[in-house]
């Protein structure tokens, strides 16, 4: 037995794909409504789909102080300095060149492996689109990152199909209110950004167990950088996949310190944006499908 290579799907995913040819059986991670509400837009569920990849990112840590090209003269406290927010993105604030862009870039590299795995397996069941994909991130030990992504892939029930299929975050019911609406899924668009500041006096006195309540700017400043920048990252996605918008699902962030030299404190904090790229259809009529039927709960002839 030869061992995988990389490229196309995993062994044991590809002999699930040729069973599922084989058999009638199906598999969905849809809720009723979800499962009822695609279905009336001409879809129906096909298989739950999975793509995950594992990445060391023993070597992708944080290589550097956030003080490290601020301007400090030699023999400078960087505690007395007046440090700045510093990102992955492009201007005077950028890191690039300074180690981040590299952890950014695993992570990022780690999602689109996962979303490409589970567009392989829908591909390989022949379907239209994956729908209320979900994500995961899970520790291994030993530097090791697992990146999953699942979701239930769907076909059309017309003749006719996609030449490439669609994912989303959005369930069932969402898309066919997106579609009956004039838009529809493009991609699912995973984005991290990370940025990073130095705690200097300011932040020390703002920030310690003595301080009174206040604001402790630098750190405001470090999550509204990092948000930005995540913010802008998925617009550039969105522009790359030619898509008009997109629905955000998820800006999740967390902010941990990083200590990468004796007396040398660093905050970092690390956004992740989830979301779904839309494009409009060349018609604004409702894509062909079966209506449900609604039973009215009240005697109409009462309320006039």
């Excluded at 040819?21 to 009822?36: D, V, W």
């Excluded at 829908?122 to 239209?128: E, F, K, P």
């Excluded at 991609?187 to 130095?198: D, G």
Aim: net charge neutral; aromatic share 6%.
């Amino acid at each position: 037995m030869t061992e995988w290579d990389g490229s196309g799907l995993p062994p044991a995913a590809q002999r699930r794909m040729d069973g599922i040819g084989k058999s009638r059986i199906r598999s969905s991670l849809l809720s009723i409504p979800g499962a009822t509400g695609i279905e009336t837009v001409g879809f129906r569920p096909a298989s739950e789909v999975m793509g995950a990849a594992v990445l060391n990112m023993s070597w992708a840590a944080m290589p550097s102080c956030g003080m490290t090209y601020q301007s400090f003269g030699y023999g400078q406290s960087p505690m007395f300095g007046n440090a700045r927010t510093l990102n992955n993105g492009v201007g005077p604030a950028s890191l690039s060149g300074r180690g981040y862009p590299s952890y950014v870039d695993v992570i990022n590299s780690g999602w689109s492996q996962a979303i490409a795995r589970m567009l392989g397996e829908a591909g390989a069941v022949h379907a239209d689109g994956v729908i209320d994909i979900r994500l995961s991130q899970n520790q291994l030990g030993s530097g090791a990152v697992e990146f999953v992504a699942m979701g239930t892939a769907v076909t059309s029930m017309s003749t006719r199909h996609l030449n490439k299929p669609f994912s989303t975050h959005l369930g069932g019911v969402d898309v066919s209110k997106l579609l009956r609406s004039g838009f529809a899924p493009a991609s699912l668009v995973v984005e991290v950004s990370v940025a990073i500041r130095h705690d200097d006096m300011t932040t020390y006195s703002q920030s310690n167990v003595f301080a009174p309540n206040t604001e402790v700017a630098g750190f405001t400043d470090l999550a509204r950088s990092a948000r930005a920048n995540a913010r802008e990252r998925l617009q550039h996605a969105v522009k790359r996949a030619g898509a008009q918008g997109a629905i955000v699902d998820d800006l999740s962030m967390r902010i941990f310190e990083f200590e990468p030299y004796d007396n040398h404190r660093d905050h970092v904090a690390e956004v992740r944006v989830v979301g779904t790229s839309i494009t409009a259809f060349q018609s604004t009529s409702a894509p062909p499908g079966r209506s449900l039927s609604i039973l009215p709960l009240t005697d109409k002839a009462r309320h006039r």
